[in-house]
């Protein structure tokens, strides 16, 4: 299995930034795609950017090309989401996830617990 715990959600005013950490421990290595998630309320949970832990497989949502960053320190099995220029919009709890390989759904093998961004006008 593999664990994702969370963290560095808050509260914080439009055009702020923020910096997710999702520090994953066990058969990491079996689980190579690395991903965020969002969910707001009353919505589905949509995609928002993944990593492979060689650092290839780059790919972000639309919604937050050019805003948010994702990134993975391999020594310490971590993986960051930089989040910049927040919109209300992005009000949303964050989840990171593993998968095995890069699938265009939400069907991943293991997901955090989600940490909660909000952003207030």
């Known amino acids: 299995h593999v664990q994702l715990p969370e963290s560095g959600g808050g509260l914080l005013q439009a055009a702020g930034s923020l910096r997710l950490s999702c520090a994953a421990s066990?058969?990491?290595?079996?689980?190579?795609?690395l991903s965020w998630f969002r969910q707001a309320p009353g919505t589905e949970r949509e995609f928002v950017a993944r990593?492979?832990?060689?650092?290839?497989?780059?790919g972000y949502a639309e919604s937050v090309k050019g805003r948010f960053t994702i990134s993975r320190d391999n020594a310490k099995n971590t993986l960051y989401l930089q989040m910049n220029s927040l919109k209300p919009e992005d009000t949303a709890v964050y989840y990171c996830?593993?998968?095995?390989?890069?699938?265009?759904?939400?069907?991943?093998?293991?997901w955090g617990q989600g940490t909660q961004v909000t952003v207030s006008s």
């Open positions: 996830a593993a998968n095995s390989k890069v699938v265009t759904t939400t069907e991943y093998d293991y």
């Open positions: 066990g058969r990491t290595l079996t689980s190579p795609i």
């Open positions: 990593i492979a832990w060689s650092g290839l497989r780059i």
